[in-house]
């Protein structure tokens, strides 16, 4: 596709129900990253994969979070036993290469996740 | 965690005029980046300085870094009411052999016709 894809646009889910959440990047790029971002705040990291990897999950608030990208390309985060407290925008970003400076990052539209 | 702080949290301005957002972050830095971000959704990036660079313009935008004082401004010239959004500063350190990315507050601009 022309940009990075999120699914779904707006989700509602019960307390302690688990989610999943999609990040479709753009074709080609090995850098994908998940931010969370709560009203009113900037943006804050979560989770890169550089290729099907991992490279730095130090974002994730705790174990409930989880992230894969098994193809290297689409994403999946992973939330189980939802709290109100995870209720935000989730925003994923693609970049043709993570590392080397000054790559921008195109960013999906987000998914807005409540917590009810 | 945020690496970043704009000032103001939120600026007015009429159309026409200028309109100048500050950044200040923690740590040294290889690159800044400035985004911009409509009706809290996806962000769109602005213009990227590098740690080396003093100042840097992009059409109506100009932006400026100073990585003694860790700060960094941006400049919106002439400014129109479509340029109503929130900014944020976002800075690129390095991490474990990757330029991690980290945002900062952001400043919410309202330009009024």
């Known amino acids: 596709g022309a940009g990075v894809s999120q699914t779904p646009s707006n989700k509602v889910t019960e307390k302690g129900k688990y989610v999943e959440l999609r990040c479709d990047p753009i074709s080609g790029h090995t850098a994908l990253y998940w931010y969370r971002q709560s009203l009113g705040q900037g943006p804050e990291f979560l989770i890169y994969?550089?290729?099907?990897?991992?490279?730095?999950d130090s974002g994730l608030p705790n174990d409930r979070f989880f992230a894969v990208r098994p193809e290297g390309s689409v994403s999946t985060l992973k939330i189980q036993r939802t709290e109100r407290g995870d209720s935000a925008v989730y925003l994923c970003a693609s970049s043709p290469r993570g590392g080397g400076a000054g790559t921008e990052a195109f960013f999906g539209q987000g998914t807005r996740l409540t917590v009810v | 965690s945020q690496q970043g702080e704009e000032d103001p949290q939120a600026l007015s301005i009429q159309e026409g005029e200028n309109a100048t957002m500050n950044c200040s972050y923690k740590t040294s830095i290889n690159n800044l980046q400035w985004y911009r971000q409509n009706s809290g959704r996806g962000l769109v990036h602005l213009i990227l300085i590098r740690s080396n660079e003093r100042e840097k313009h992009s059409g109506r935008l100009r932006v400026t870094l100073d990585t003694s004082k860790k700060s960094s401004s941006l400049l919106i010239t002439a400014s129109r009411a479509a340029d109503t959004a929130s900014y944020f500063c976002?800075?690129?350190?390095?991490?474990?052999?990757?330029?991690?990315?980290?945002f900062g507050t952001g400043t919410k601009l309202q330009v009024i016709p």
């Open positions: 976002a800075t690129e350190t390095e991490s474990g052999g990757y330029q991690k990315v980290t």
């Open positions: 994969f550089q290729g099907t990897g991992a490279a730095d």
